[in-house]
């Protein structure tokens, strides 16, 4: 039988030419916005490309012969039988995502090891080691090199529990799969393990569980999900088993359930039709994982310093084995290499530089994770401190998301908010009329009702126990709560007006019959609104939904049909009913759809005043930095018992009944924090899904951009230091315009999606911008993962954007990323002391060695002594650097050129030239006092090194007659090589003050950095 579809219901005498736009015209405009908005998803599907949803119950079962599906009853459908799973498996493999972004906890231990910085330590152990092999007494070079080993697992055990605790903090990958499931095979339903299931296997899902594979449905019953892993959207959607047109995307069919997708209401069996990696969850996870981590600053440091101490411990350990080997005439060749190169390669290591670094890492790490910073990646701290542009939502960053509707603009008139709560609407008026009426606020009430995905939860008993215990001043207030609790209002007096009283006690029973309202942001504010007004569930109970197509970036609209569940009997048919389209969503989108607009005079044809006064009004809220939500709304009668599906919603003669205006305020620290970044000279770029007009607004009362004086505002605005840009035409933009557009100090992208995101965000990297970029969707994934600093908000659904991120923030709060970028920068100063420090060590151990090479005096500094100073004495002075509190212009200067260094010439020169000398002069000084005091001259111990010092050596006598055996000799070396150390020592402790004032001079003044140029 024929079943009627919407167009062939319509009421009203309307031509076929105005039939013909509607929501028509609504899917051709979101259809040219899919090419642009969906270019993300579309690169997913292209991996992961879906016909089922086109497909009929009998060709599903031509498609999945083995499913043997039932064609009249498709829940009685029988399913595979056991061999054909066990093929199946052994075929294809289990159903399991690659969790390429979860890294196991081992692997995350093991790659410590190949930070670049331990890697000297790594190879100190190794040269100690291949001493003790050369010279098998030398037992102390053992001990040393397995107690570097040691230290280096410890360190790479804390670095790994810290960074897995910031991976705890944003895990949620596996929240999204379930770990069992039910499946009919062989007509019975039975649990199994959710990575057993195979393509063609019939699951069936029940409120409370979660998708296991990417699902065909086949039956359901009020079947109702959320996919906020895909879109962040805790919203339910309703489900069908229907099969789509062949027009629609798999995304738009809603009869594919996604793998990962949780079932909040209802029942329903669906077909396996992709598995594994192979679902769309799977190539998402593909895709992020293509993008590729950005290689931080802090690492690309690592691997400038390894190398240039790698090089320069080669030559001089070459140097030195070479004059050595030459002044021994290769005679001892043997303790030339242990001694004059390998001892010089064991020196010329800062064993004690990868402990404070990491340990340093781990303070700052902590230090922002009190400040609800989570780090997943320790090193890239010090990348926030050298970000240059801040790229980040509107929603939730700059503002509070704590929306309310402020205006009204329908019947072609503005209304306050506030004044039309005050106009009470009792249940019994709120019938819809929409053609003979001069006031369309009910229909526009019910549309903000019906279309609307928030729900509101009912207070219990006990809440209004504790609403009795709230100080009230008023006595009266009791009473109403009294009567409140009763079974209604009691009687009702006749007439539309309302004492005082009255009034007051059902604005007190609006405030209190719910404890709170829970959905999309935007719907709890209209909901509410509504609730003010009149109350929300005696609209709910007068209407059934029998269609929804859900909100999002495409269509941008939402659209619900619903039917009277009582029957008026007004039509003239007793079979028929009367069904409404209610529709909200982007105004300009939904005027374009509609042909008729309402206003006081009743519903009218759209024309060109009408068109004027609408942009008016949307300009006028705009400029006030209102948000606006507009809505629509048509009628027509069928049965009750019609199907109604997404392919009979071709046609519908829409009317325009008005719009929201709603508004969002800036957080109390956004204006403040705007500022520090201003100062700190960090380009700012927001964000917004909003009409460009609302978004200047938005950001000039934020302080975001100065208060334009007027007329067009578009992207060529080049002489202001601030750009708007439409997110249409950011495709269009040519590199000239990229050019000047991103040269500004504040950049305002209205109407953008995550896809616009990316392509901004490679914009900027093409001018060595580095990038932190904020998100909360799987769709703002790959462009988070891209970013040099990729930060996730703690949002609901940002699973995929928590697990690509390098941070994120627990509050959504602007300031505590202004803080993230100021300790970065903190550190980075510090690290830099901290390496001047640490430095000045080095040259005075090659001085020890090469005085024995050159001069043959015994070896200042053993071996032990050299790594003991770099791991012991040294470290607690360089660690408390890291708790160096921060210049007071930390954030009033620009951040620093890609070209600087950490370890730049002019601290190796204060380290190596300057301090390392003068230590090394006094280390030299107070070793040869120990010769002198023993009264031995120190010509004489000149080229001795090899003969006497050592335990086994014979009688050393001078030429004073004083006579030293080997004893002696021994204790003698010993207390010069202390001296050599204590001086050393203390040397350090005494030049430590100047780090902080003469190696500041010499890092930040550009007269002395120019010299070592």
Sequence with gaps: MHRPSIISTLSGATTEKQQNGA??????????????????????????????????????????????????????????????????LAKHGRNIVCPVT??????????????????????????????????????????????????????????????????????????????????????????????????????????????????????????????????????????????????????????????????????????????????????????????????????????????????????????????????????????????????????????????????????????????????????????LGAATVLMCEKTGIFTSNNITVTDLWHDLKYFDGSVHCARRIKPYEMNIEIKNTDDHLIALLTTMTICNQAQIESIGSGDIEEWRKLPVSNADY??????????????????????????????????????????????????????????????????EVVYELPFNGQRRYHLVIAREKQHSGMLEDENLIKYYIFVKGAPEVLLIACTRIATEGGEQVLNEDHYKQFKEAYRRFGGEGRSCIGFAISEFEALRDVQITSSDIAECDLCFLGVAAMYDPPRETTIDSLSKLRSAGVKCFMVSGDHPTTALAIATQIGLVKQPDGGTISVKNYEEDWSLVHGEDIPRLTPTEWDQILSKDTVVFARTTPPLKMIILKECQRRNEIMIVTGDSALDAPAIKKAEIGVATDAAGSVFAREASDLIIMDSDLKHIVLGIEEGRLLYDNLKKTIAYVLAHLLPELYAVMLSFLFGYPMGLTTMQVVSIGLITEVPPSLSLTYETPEKDIMQKGPRPRTSRLVSRSILAYSYLIIGNIIAAGCISAYLSVFIYYGIPLDEILFTSTIYWHSTSGNFTTSTGLTFNAAMQVRIHGQACAAWHVTLVMSQVGFFEIVYGVAKTLLYLPEIISVFR
């Design 102 to 383: 979860r890294v196991a906890a081992i692997k995350v231990f093991l790659s410590q090891f190949l930070v670049s910085f331990r890697m000297l330590l790594l190879m100190s152990a190794v040269l100690c080691l291949i001493i003790f092999l050369f010279d098998t007494t030398r037992t102390f070079d053992l001990y040393l090199s397995i107690i570097l080993i040691t230290i280096m697992i410890i360190m790479c055990a804390i670095n790994s529990i810290e960074e897995w605790r910031a991976r705890i903090q944003v895990r949620g990958f596996k929240t999204v799969i379930p770990s069992s499931c039910v499946v009919v095979r062989s007509g019975q339903p039975i649990r199994v393990n959710a990575a057993d299931i195979v393509v063609g296997d019939l699951v069936l899902l029940s409120a409370g569980t979660r998708v296991p594979a990417d699902l065909r449905l086949i039956y359901t019953n009020n079947l109702k999900m959320e996919a906020s892993w895909i879109n962040g959207d805790m919203d339910p959607v309703e489900f069908t088993a229907c099969a789509a047109s062949k027009g629609v995307n798999a995304m738009e069919a809603h009869n594919i359930a996604f793998n990962g997708c949780l079932c909040l209401h209802g029942d329903g069996l669906g077909i396996v039709i992709k598995a594994g990696n192979d679902t769309l969850l799977g190539s998402l996870m593909d895709m992020i994982t293509k993008v590729g981590s950005q290689v931080t600053g802090l690492e690309d440091e690592h691997v400038r310093f390894v190398n240039f101490i790698s090089l320069l411990a080669l030559s001089m350990a070459t140097t030195t084995f070479l004059i050595g080997a030459a002044a021994t005439r290769f005679s001892l060749i043997n303790n030339t290499f242990v001694n004059g190169f390998l001892v010089v390669l064991v020196a010329s290591v800062p064993q004690g530089l990868p402990v404070t670094l990491g340990a340093a890492l781990i303070i700052i790490a902590r230090r922002l994770a009190k400040k609800q910073l989570f780090m997943k990646r320790l090193d890239v701290a010090e990348t």
């Design 23 to 88: 929501l028509r015209r609504i899917d051709s405009i979101a259809e040219d916005g899919t090419e642009k908005y969906n270019e993300l998803l579309q690169d997913i599907m292209s991996h992961c490309t879906f016909f089922e949803h086109t497909l009929t119950i009998e060709q599903l079962n031509d498609f999945f012969p083995l499913s043997r599906l039932n064609l009249v009853n498709p829940d009685r459908s029988q399913g595979l039988n056991k061999d054909e799973v066990i093929n199946h």
């Design 478 to 543: 009791y009473k109403t709560v009294d009567s409140l609790t009763s079974n209604g209002f009691g009687p009702q007096p006749d007439g539309d007006q309302f004492t005082f009283q009255r009034s007051n006690r059902l604005n007190i029973r609006a405030a209190f019959q719910h404890k709170s309202i829970t959905g999309n942001p935007n719907e709890v504010a209209l909901l509410r609104y509504v609730e003010e007004m009149t109350i929300v569930q005696s609209i709910r109970e007068k209407y």
